[in-house]
């Protein structure tokens, strides 16, 4: 007997039919296609990651060892074969080539202090990041929202910097880049997801890419203050990129707003018909209906029981790890950030210098993600998100490998570092915009924060490494490529995103990965009855 291709989807397409509009369909029925000023806004918001770049990468120069000389003035230290540390040397017999106040090393007499000193604010900055990742990431899906997170984690982020320009000492200065990364730790986050949440489908892609570039850019900015700067205080590269972050926050606080889809999940429906108006406004169009649609869609939402639209502020957390299918996701994305971590944080440090300048090194290694941006920007509405990201850690872990075979110092090895290099950050900017397709409206910024976290806490255990690399290559490039190589295969229990519309609550996504499973199962059934029905005729 054929069998009828109307029987399986019946309970699904019913389903569907009482489940009313989603969020998705019912914002852009009000607001229309994306304008120009609501991508304007998108993009200004993206703008969040320039100084964001700034923060992580500036005691590149403000840590710096400066350089040094015999003075002649002790026959202990002779101007021609100076001794490799002036740290048993008598006062007066040496003196740093540039003022002492350039850089933090030599203003308060670091060198000599051992490598846990030196190392003390970097290592409080990510400290801070790591606390903060973990204790404000569910905020932004609970009591605060995206909006009200990163104006906060902008404005603690500026406002310390600005105070570490007029730190006494070391330890003051370490606090506040512990504070300083602390309050970073969201600015990243919030501004991928709001950024994102605030534009049509069709742009999605594009303002998340958008991100990235503006991460070069505050990446480049840094050399060029440094050579600005190089004569004077390490405080005035504090206070030049501190204050034109709290100045731009100022400015994203009249101009930025909430997220639409986060105002309906969490059941405010009179901010989001606001949001939408000022939305459609700038889009040059009026909502002249009745908002039935919206409150049908709001209805659904507030039926579901989803914790995330509800509870305290770690709901979003109980919510993932109540549902085994989005603790899977979150193992296995976070599994595969902590091999790409490895790798894009410890691979400049063990490349070092790509010249003698410093300002030159910082800045090729800056270029080095200009490419990968702008090939994230070109593909990432036609690559598959599961396949791409498993080719580009596997890439990235062989180029690493060749390093340890390739002799030192040859122009092949550096080669590949930078492939794998290249690698590595194209495989970091799209396992971001996966995470953001993985996770529903209602727990996205708490999942794409532990994920940004996972890639931190690569960074962490990144410098160990480079520092046993130094007498054997296989402990740094032998380790990164098998780390990211072999985390990178967790991505293969992910499912694939690409083309597919981004859910709001978890019980929409689990409708979805059932209604998936219902159709992979009967697509043979309907073939079959397709064929039967056309052999009657």
């Known amino acids: 007997m054929a069998i009828s291709a109307n029987t399986a989807p019946l309970l699904t397409s019913h389903k569907q039919a009482n489940k009313g509009p989603t969020i998705d369909d019912t914002i ?11 991508l304007f806004k998108a993009i200004l918001l993206a703008f969040a990651w320039a100084f964001d770049a700034q923060q992580v990468f500036i005691s590149v120069f403000t840590d710096a060892e400066p350089q040094w000389h015999c003075t002649g003035a002790s026959p202990t230290c002779s101007p021609a074969a100076p001794p490799a540390s002036p740290c048993a040397l008598p006062a007066g017999a040496w003196a740093w080539d540039r003022a002492a106040d350039t850089t933090v090393v030599s203003e308060w007499a670091l060198k000599c202090a051992g490598p846990a000193v030196v190392s003390l604010p970097a290592s409080a900055f990510f400290a801070g990041c790591l606390a903060g990742g973990f204790l404000l990431t569910t905020l932004a899906d609970s009591l605060l929202g995206r909006r009200k997170m990163l104006l906060t984690s902008l404005v603690s982020m500026s406002v310390a910097g600005v105070l570490t320009a007029f730190a006494p000492n070391v330890w003051a200065y370490a606090a506040l880049r512990f504070v300083s990364g602390f309050g970073r730790s969201m600015v990243g986050t919030c501004t991928l997801v709001l950024s994102t949440e605030l534009v049509g489908k069709r742009w999605r892609d594009t303002v998340s890419v958008a991100g990235f570039f503006f991460f070069t850019v505050g990446f480049l900015s840094l050399p060029a203050l440094g050579y600005a700067f190089r004569e004077d205080s390490w405080r005035n590269m504090y206070l030049w990129t501190s204050v034109p972050s709290l100045c731009y926050s100022f400015l994203l606080f009249f101009l930025a707003q909430e997220s639409p889809r986060w105002l309906l999940v969490r059941g405010r429906k ?22 039935s649609m919206l409150h049908a869609c709001t209805m659904n939402v507030d039926g579901s029981e989803d914790a995330g639209a ?3 502020a770690f709901a979003t957390m109980r919510e993932m790890w109540e549902r085994p299918w989005a603790l899977r996701r979150l193992a296995a994305i976070m599994t595969t950030s902590f091999g790409v971590g490895l790798v894009y944080y410890g691979m400049p440090l063990n490349v070092g210098s790509l010249g003698t300048n410093l300002y030159l090194s910082v800045t090729y290694n800056a270029l080095a993600e200009l490419p990968s941006s702008i090939l994230s920007l070109a593909f990432i509405g036609k690559v598959n998100r599961r396949t791409t990201v498993i080719a ?34 194209t495989a970091f900017n799209l396992i971001l915009i996966y995470s953001i397709e993985l996770f529903p409206t209602s727990v996205r910024n708490s999942a794409v924060g532990l994920v940004r976290q996972a ?5 962490v255990a990144a410098p160990v490494l480079v520092a046993l690399g130094r007498e054997r290559s296989f402990w740094s490039f032998g380790v990164f490529g098998l780390c990211i190589g072999c985390l990178g295969l967790f991505a293969a229990c992910l499912p694939e995103t690409k083309g597919r519309s981004m859910s709001d609550t978890m019980e929409e996504e689990e409708d979805k990965q059932a209604a998936a499973a219902v159709t992979t199962c009967t697509g043979g059934a309907t073939d079959i009855a397709t064929k039967d029905n056309s052999d009657a005729v």
Do not use: H, K, W
Request: net charge negative.
């Open 455 to 459: 890639l931190v806490l690569g960074g």
């Open 392 to 425: 580009l850690t596997a890439a990235a872990g062989v180029f690493s490998l060749m390093c340890v075979a390739i002799p030192e110092g040859s122009a092949a090895r550096m080669a590949s570092e930078l492939l794998s290099f290249f690698a590595t950050i």
């Open 270 to 291: 009179q901010d989001a018909m606001d949001t939408l108006q000022q939305i459609a406004a700038l889009n040059g169009n009026s909502i002249t209906s009745s908002f």
């Open 28 to 38: 852009e029925n009000y607001i229309g296609t994306t304008g120009v000023m609501q």
């Open 310 to 312: 509800r509870g305290g």
